[in-house]
Each structure stands twice: as C-alpha cells, then as structure tokens.
T-cell receptor
Framework: EAGVAQSPRYKIIEKRQSVAFWCNPI?????LYWYQQILGQGPKLLIQ????????DSQLPKDRFSAERLKGVDSTLKIQPAKLEDSAVYLC???????????????FGSGTQLSVL | AQSVTQLDSHVSVSEGTPVLLRCNYS??????LFWYVQHPNKGLQLLLK??????LVKGINGFEAEFKKSETSFHLTKPSAHMSDAAEYFC????????????FGAGTRLAVHP
C-alpha cells in the first residue's frame, strides 16, 4: 500500500516569512497527526485530527501555526510568520483508530525539514 | 500524566555484540508502550508494542523488549547487533481517553561499529 506522502522534502526560508507543508495520509486512515521534531529531541505532537475535526491541538502555537483537513483526507500545516526556533522536521502520520491505545499503529511520512534563517 | 525517559542519548556497540536501550516510563495506570525506529532520511517505523498480553514482546529485526512493572521499565534489547541497526530509537507511551495520544521519549542514537 502507498505510504504517507509529504511535501516538500526540504524548505529554507527567512524568519518572518510564511511556509506551508502538505500531507496525504494512507487511504482510509481517519486519524492524522502533525509532529514537530527538533534536532536531538523526540517528536512532539502539534495537532491531531479525527476525520476533519481537531481532537488535540494543545501544543500548537496558535499565534503562528495553523492546520486544516477540510475534506478529512489530506492536510496542510502553515507557519506564519516563522521564527528561528521553528527549524525542525515536521512529520505527518496517520492511523486507523483502534479501540485502545495498544491497538494504535502510526504510519509516518518522511517529513519536511524546515530551516529558518 | 504519562511520560517516558530514555536513559541514554547515545549508545555505541560493536557488530555482533548485544544491544540494550533503556527506557523508563511514568503512568498513573497500566500503560501502552511502543518502540519506534528512525533510520536516516526515512520515516519512523514501529518496532514493537506492549499490549499487556505478555511482558516479553518480540518485534521486527530480532528486537525484543520486556515490560517490568516493578521497575517501570521497558528496555529494548537485541542479542547481536548488525550494521543496519544503526538508527535513532524512540520509546513511546500512549494514552487513550476517547482518542489515542502518543508521547515520545527524546530518543537514543545507536551506533554500530565493525
């Protein structure tokens, strides 16, 4: 089966510019996640969608980050304006929701590496 | 609140020797635990998961992990390292309260030397 697709693979921008990342999850997966992975750290959940609704965005810096999943399929994450500390890999993942956490299996894309200069 | 602590940021072994990557967890109830692996320029991949059916969990590529409630640990092991095992490994705890939420540890970078 096709995996989680993300684009672009790399992005370099100046601080205060805006940037957008795109994710297409595995077909049929209702849950979509955006993670931020700063160099040397584990991935941190930014936002989680169930179909086209948000179930968790508690760690999303809402003054500059936004995400949408309008038709419950692909998703876009935007940063406006970007700061130096936003330099990271942005990972998208999808899953079919299980009945418990032990049933959950996430499939990750290769990520978008963002450098803010 | 649930959390995981990976005790080593870097581990270096020789090819053919055992691998031990340590993880301690904190959870107010019986946790769901996972190990994920991240090879350079590749996406994260599930290695194994603890489902409470058995304390010793076997995963892909010869890895296994043992859940020890008394020690709140979920260490990852492999009897004999291979060069292809060099990667970043993440211990993950999951919560379920209407939806699943995965919390990642900081990661352990495994280097394998010939």
């Amino acid at each position: 089966e096709a995996g989680v697709a993300q684009s672009p693979r790399y992005k370099i921008i100046e601080k205060r510019q805006s940037v957008a990342f795109w994710c297409n999850p595995i077909s049929g997966h209702a849950t979509l996640y955006w993670y931020q992975q700063i160099l040397g750290q584990g991935p941190k959940l930014l936002i989680q969608f169930q179909n086209n609704g948000v179930v968790d965005d508690s760690q999303l810096p809402k003054d500059r980050f936004s995400a949408e999943r309008l038709k419950g399929v692909d998703s876009t994450l935007k940063i406006q304006p970007a700061k130096l500390e936003d330099s990271a890999v942005y990972l998208c993942a999808s899953s079919s929701p299980g009945t418990s956490a032990s049933n959950e299996k996430l499939f990750f894309g290769s990520g978008t590496q963002l450098s803010v200069l | 609140a649930q959390s995981v602590t990976q005790l080593d940021s870097h581990v270096s072994v020789s090819e053919g020797t055992p691998v031990l990557l340590r993880c301690n967890y904190s959870s107010s109830y019986s946790p769901s635990l996972f190990w994920y692996v991240q090879h350079p320029n590749k996406g994260l991949q599930l290695l194994l998961k603890y489902t409470s059916a058995a304390t010793l969990v076997k995963g892909i590529n010869g890895f296994e992990a043992e859940f020890k409630k008394s020690e709140t640990s979920f260490h990852l092991t492999k009897p004999s390292a291979h060069m292809s095992d060099a990667a970043e490994y993440f211990c993950v705890v999951a919560t379920y309260g209407g939806y699943n939420k995965l919390i990642f540890g900081a990661g352990t970078r495994l280097a394998v030397h010939p």
